[in-house]
């Protein structure tokens, strides 16, 4: 499974969240705690708002420890809201396209989970995509695919809606072919003002979700920043985290199915 986390708040140098903490995501990306998979090392991206509306992005298929062009970058770009992740693939290839975050127009989207036996509904997903989105799809992914649905479901209006919508379509899909493996979904998005999180599963091992307010900032992800987890809450499975420049809230995402 992947590991992100998204930042927002005053601005900062990406060093100071990606490097420099005791447990950062490139730390993560070498020895992860709260997953499966140890080691995350298909590939990193990074996606990030500053003076412009949309969202400047970076994707690279090395590790992310390994990368000097990713360091330089992090040392040198400041924002008040970023996303950042290490990717582990589920079975599609190593490649830019397949690295998170997915963009369109000033929504970054990212996602650590998987739709269960994804190859046998793919064809059917990707003509739920509407012509006018379809030539915003560039890589291979499950996760892009759930993206470029929920802005047909009506991401841009209404977030949550788009959503529980985009999942119950997929888990519909799922039951029609019998698909006995888990639609796994904690994934993170923003419009560049707020940050919308949501950790579900169709079973209950839905992938972690951690958040803590700091006096300036909030900071989500996969895993706390540091070892000792001390003021990070577990977001409860079936739950959405909103982060607004006041902090967060923690709220049941409404009912899918």
């Not at 290490?86 to 397949?98: E, L, P």
């Not at 509904?121 to 989105?133: A, K, T, V």
């Not at 019998?178 to 979904?185: D, G, K, M, Q």
Request: proline share 5%; with cysteine.
């Amino acid at each position: 499974m992947c590991r992100w986390m998204a930042y927002k708040g005053a601005p900062v140098y990406l060093e100071s969240l990606l490097f420099e903490q005791e447990h950062s995501l490139v730390h993560q990306s070498i020895s992860a705690r709260k997953s499966t998979v140890t080691v995350n090392a298909d590939g990193f991206g990074l996606g990030w708002y500053d003076e412009r509306e949309e969202p400047g992005l970076y994707h690279e298929i090395l590790p992310a420890w390994s990368d000097c062009n990713l360091k330089s970058l992090a040392k040198h770009i400041k924002s008040p809201l970023f996303f950042a992740h290490v990717r582990a693939s589920t079975g599609t290839a190593t490649s830019r396209a397949n690295c998170h975050p997915f963009s369109y127009k000033n929504w970054l989207f990212m996602h650590n989970g998987q739709i269960g036996e994804y190859e046998s509904i793919r064809w059917q997903l990707d003509r739920m995509i509407p012509e006018h989105l379809y030539n915003e799809k560039h890589g291979a992914t499950d996760s892009e695919v759930i993206f470029l649905l929920m802005i047909a479901n009506g991401l841009e209006s209404d977030p949550i809606k788009a959503v529980t919508t985009t999942l119950a379509q997929i888990l519909d899909m799922m039951a029609a072919k019998n698909i006995s493996e888990p639609l796994r979904f904690t994934a993170v998005l923003s419009n560049g003002e707020e940050i919308i999180a949501v950790r579900y599963s169709s079973d209950d091992k839905a992938p972690s979700l951690y958040c803590k307010a700091y006096e300036q900032h909030t900071v989500i992800g996969s895993e706390p920043l540091d070892l000792s987890n001390k003021g990070w809450e577990l977001v409860p499975a079936d739950h959405v985290a909103r982060i607004s420049d006041k902090g967060y809230t923690i709220e049941p995402l409404p009912n899918i199915l």
